[in-house]
Structures are given as C-alpha cells and as structure tokens.
C-alpha cells in the first residue's frame, strides 16, 4: 500500500512538473519590447554631415552595422528583445581615417525602445609630449652633457 502511495506521488509530481513548464512556454512574458531603435546623425569635422560613414552599433554584446545615408543619418533595429530599456548602447563612426564614439542608454518608448546617439567624428593626432624621438635626444643629450662635464673636471 505505502509503495502505492508513493508510486502514484511520484507520477504526480512528475505531471505537475511537465505541466507547469509547458505553461511557462505557452505563457511566457515576453520583453519589454520587441525592437530596440538607435538613430542619430554623424557630423564631419567641419560641421555638416558626414555621408557613407561607417557605423558599429553595440548593445548588450550584440552589434549591428550601417552606414549613413546622405544627410548623414544612420539607423538600427535590434529585435527580439535584443537591446532592452536601461542598456548601454555604445556607436562608432569611422571615414577616411576619422573615428568617433559617444554612449548612450536605451529607453523605453511604449511598445519599442528608442536612444537618438549623434556622434562627430574626428581626427585627434596622437602625439604624446614626449615622443620617442624627442625622449630619446633629451636622453643622448643629457649623456653628453655629463660626459663634458666629467671630461673638465
């Protein structure tokens, strides 16, 4: 009789189980929404558009690429629920060697999200104070200097 009981426990147990995953699935709450839109306008050096920029969408590892049309707007759609409200969204524009980054976060806008990221691009040289060049005469010089000195004395 015991051995009853628990046989027919189990085989409930194992029912309720398999019921209450199915309905997980049937009802399933789904994301906040379902596309999440990046859209902005990347601005040249001089000010006006920059047309045929290449564009890196990231947000939440996944990365969407575009390019701009000839007003210098860009736009992507994550979907599925890829890119949801309070994520980061980071852009990346690159032409002709120029380069631009800005962030921005995902905000819900009712049934979709939606984060307007204008970036510039720029080209910022990197010349450091001291260079290599430029460390390496301070240190030959600096060298000779001291062997002029020690020579006098």
């Known amino acids: 009789m015991k051995?009853?009981?628990?046989?027919?426990?189990g085989i409930i147990l194992a029912i309720a189980a398999v019921f209450t995953a199915s309905m997980r699935t049937a009802f399933a709450v789904p994301p906040l929404f379902q596309v999440g839109v990046v859209a902005?306008?990347?601005?040249?050096?001089?000010?006006?558009?920059?047309?045929?920029?290449?564009?890196?969408v990231l947000c939440n590892g996944n990365t969407l690429?575009?390019?701009?049309?000839?007003?210098?707007?860009?736009?992507?759609s994550f979907t599925g629920g890829v890119c949801e409200a309070g994520q980061n969204v980071t852009v990346t524009a690159s032409k002709g060697g120029l380069t631009g980054i800005k962030n921005g976060t995902m905000q819900a806008n009712g049934q979709a999200g939606y984060v307007k990221i204008d970036v510039a691009i720029v080209n910022i040289?990197?010349?450091?104070?001291?260079?290599?060049?430029?460390?390496?005469?301070?240190?030959?010089?600096?060298?000779g200097v001291l062997f002029l000195i020690k020579k006098r004395a």
């Open 65 to 76: 690429n575009t390019t701009t049309d000839g007003s210098g707007l860009y736009e992507v």
């Open 3 to 9: 051995r009853i009981n628990v046989l027919f426990l």
């Open 125 to 143: 040289p990197l010349v450091p104070e001291f260079g290599l060049i430029t460390g390496a005469m301070t240190f030959l010089a600096s060298g």
């Open 40 to 56: 902005g306008v990347v601005s040249a050096p001089g000010g006006g558009p920059s047309v045929g920029a290449n564009i890196s």
